[in-house]
């Protein structure tokens, strides 16, 4: 039994399947692992859903932002869609009920204490210890699991993106923090605060922006750590155990697994 962590699919289906004949996937003995953002901007997200809920080996799946956009936009009863959006498919489903209340059960952090691996969407805030990192985690999706779902993801973006964590923080914008960092964090400054309206590769930063792995003083995690969300980074991080693997299958990149038993990497081209 080999486990594959698989970067942004973000609707990509036809280069999954590709991706796992490659890989000689074995659905009855290999477990798979998504690093979030299975949906959205690629062509068949009602595909790749339908296809990890039933995988028989159950899979390990983080949300990413995405994933949570379309929760949003599936129980808001005023949903915005955004101009690059490609949900209607999936949003219309006979089943879109039912792949909702699956993928909200889903968590924001994982971690495997026997392979020694934490997966992530976006990485790990880096003021939080892995045990910190797995109480806020909790918190939030106790919020996304929770009896009032419906209102938190209604509300999770109503509110102006928020970039600076406090432990004193309350409510929705403590919520919301935590995602952030979770789900849709980049770089940060000096201070850790985010910088959320960055998104290109590393050789055009903002003067005074790091990447969040790069932050001086971040806290050292004795684990594997593995994160998608940044495709400008190519699946490149210099840091020896935090693995990059959004390589945007979206945008005309690979998708990619790293197999955790040797970190071994598999990739076939995208879109």
């Known amino acids: 039994m080999f486990d594959y962590v698989i ?24 477990r798979l692992w998504f690093v979030g953002d299975l949906v959205n901007r690629g062509p068949e997200s009602l595909e790749v859903l339908r296809f990890i809920r039933e995988l028989p080996v159950t899979p390990r799946v983080v949300l990413g932002n995405h994933d949570l956009h379309f929760l949003s ?9 955004r101009p690059r959006d490609t949900l209607f498919d999936l949003l219309n489903a006979h089943d879109a009920e039912d792949l909702g ?4 059960q889903q968590p924001v952090l994982y971690y495997d204490a026997d392979l020694k691996v934490m997966m992530s969407h976006a990485g790990i805030a880096p003021f939080w210890d892995r045990m910190q990192a797995e109480l806020y985690a909790r918190e939030l999706e106790q919020a996304i699991q929770g009896e009032d779902y419906k209102y938190f993801l209604t509300h999770l973006y109503e509110i102006e993106p928020a970039e600076h964590w406090d432990p004193a923080l309350t409510g929705m ?3 919301q ?15 850790m605060d985010l910088d959320l309206s960055y998104s290109a590769g590393l050789e055009t930063l903002p003067q005074g922006s790091i990447p969040w ?4 003083n971040r806290i050292q995690l004795d684990v594997d750590l593995v994160f998608g969300h940044w495709s400008a980074l190519r699946g490149i991080c210099p840091v020896a155990n935090i693995h990059a693997l959004d390589t945007g299958c979206l945008w005309g990149g690979p998708l990619t697994a790293l197999r955790l038993q040797d970190k071994k990497r598999y990739s076939v081209p995208g879109l």
């Not at 970067?7 to 290999?30: M, S, T, V, W």
């Not at 923090?177 to 201070?191: A, P, W």
């Not at 792995?213 to 001086?216: A, I, K, N, Q, T």
């Open 173 to 175: 914008h403590r919520l």
């Open 213 to 216: 792995y790069e932050v001086p």
């Open 177 to 191: 923090v935590i995602d952030n960092y979770f789900t849709r964090m980049r770089c940060c400054n000096i201070n």
């Open 73 to 81: 936009q599936l129980w808001s009863p005023n949903p915005v869609a």
């Open 7 to 30: 970067g942004d699919i973000q609707g990509c289906y036809e280069p999954l399947k590709r991706l796992l004949d490659h890989i000689n996937f074995d659905p009855q003995a290999d």
């Open 101 to 104: 209340q699956w993928l909200r």
